[in-house]
């Protein structure tokens, strides 16, 4: 489990993150939401530790943040942020493989290959390996980007808005194949996420900021009601059932 205790990140006089406090349970999938500037990314970021926190502490199963070694802890941790280079001459398979970097950092091994052939496979881009990455549809790069992050073999993924620029057919099928990476494969995802009704379907835990605060933590079925909307967003929703999902509708 993750646990983030007091967590504040100033800059200036502005509060990126104010004495944030949350829990992310192992085998879940836990969605981080609120409008644009509420913190997401500065919380996603410092879990990552790609971004330095001014108070607070980060722990992984009771271990501080700060107290593991590079190496280790990127055979630990993989996050995949929202800008990534695709302009490389590189082809699919390639791509892939740099997520093996932390275990291996010379040669790749036939164990390796295995590795890297097994989440191209589950990624569903086997027929994508030696495609060069300037070639892919958006819908395609997310998949290969998450097929890298896949071979990393970490216990925790970071995604920060992989929805961004894809269709509505995609991004449902990447938002379940991210459920499954939880349910098949015992992953702790954390997504950066906007859609609300995606949230409902496909999402098992939430984290909810508003201006660097924190106004919700826990089961989605059980906090994201229509009052904790409204204080999110300032706007009235209506909430209903449909099958065994929930959706979202703006008043």
């Given at each position: 489990?993750?646990?983030?205790?007091?967590?504040?990140?100033?800059?200036?006089?502005?509060?990126a993150l104010?004495?944030?406090?949350?829990?992310?349970?192992?085998?879940?999938?836990?969605?981080?939401?609120?409008?644009?500037?509420?913190?997401?990314?500065t919380?996603?970021?410092?879990?990552?530790?790609?971004?330095?926190?001014?108070?607070?502490?980060?722990?992984?199963?009771?271990?501080?943040?700060?107290?593991?070694?590079?190496?280790?802890?990127?055979?630990?941790?993989?996050?995949?942020?929202q800008?990534?280079?695709?302009?490389l001459?590189?082809?699919?398979?390639?791509?892939?493989?740099?997520?093996?970097?932390?275990?291996?950092q010379?040669?790749?091994?036939?164990?390796?290959?295995?590795?890297?052939?097994?989440?191209?496979?589950?990624?569903?881009?086997?027929?994508?390996?030696?495609?060069?990455?300037?070639?892919?549809?958006?819908?395609?790069?997310?998949?290969v980007?998450?097929?890298?992050?896949?071979?990393?073999?970490?216990?925790?993924?970071?995604?920060?808005?992989?929805?961004?620029?894809?269709?509505?057919?995609?991004?449902?099928?990447?938002?379940?194949?991210?459920q499954?990476?939880?349910?098949?494969?015992?992953?702790?995802?954390v997504?950066?996420?906007?859609?609300?009704?995606?949230?409902?379907?496909y999402?098992?835990?939430?984290?909810?900021?508003?201006?660097?605060?924190?106004?919700?933590?826990?089961?989605?079925?059980?906090?994201?009601?229509?009052?904790?909307?409204?204080?999110?967003?300032?706007?009235k929703?209506?909430?209903?059932?449909?099958?065994?999902?929930?959706?979202?509708?703006?008043?």
């Amino acid at each position: 489990m993750i646990e983030v205790t007091n967590l504040t990140k100033k800059y200036g006089k502005f509060y990126a993150l104010d004495q944030v406090s949350v829990d992310v349970h192992d085998g879940r999938v836990t969605a981080i939401i609120g409008e644009n500037g509420s913190g997401k990314t500065t919380l996603l970021n410092m879990m990552g530790r790609l971004t330095e926190e001014t108070e607070g502490i980060i722990r992984y199963n009771d271990c501080n943040i700060k107290d593991f070694k590079n190496r280790e802890f990127a055979q630990k941790v993989a996050i995949l942020k929202q800008n990534n280079m695709t302009n490389l001459r590189l082809t699919v398979y390639d791509l892939v493989s740099f997520g093996r970097f932390p275990h291996n950092q010379h040669k790749l091994t036939d164990e390796d290959e295995l590795i890297i052939l097994e989440s191209l496979s589950f990624m569903g881009c086997m027929d994508l390996k030696d495609k060069y990455i300037d070639q892919l549809s958006g819908g395609q790069l997310q998949r290969v980007y998450i097929a890298m992050i896949l071979v990393q073999d970490t216990d925790y993924i970071f995604l920060d808005e992989p929805l961004n620029n894809l269709d509505l057919k995609h991004a449902h099928e990447l938002m379940a194949l991210i459920q499954s990476l939880a349910i098949q494969r015992n992953k702790t995802v954390v997504i950066v996420m906007h859609d609300l009704n995606m949230v409902y379907r496909y999402v098992d835990d939430v984290i909810a900021l508003k201006h660097g605060r924190l106004i919700a933590n826990g089961a989605v079925d059980d906090v994201l009601n229509e009052s904790v909307l409204h204080r999110i967003y300032d706007m009235k929703f209506t909430i209903q059932s449909c099958t065994e999902h929930k959706v979202a509708f703006i008043e």
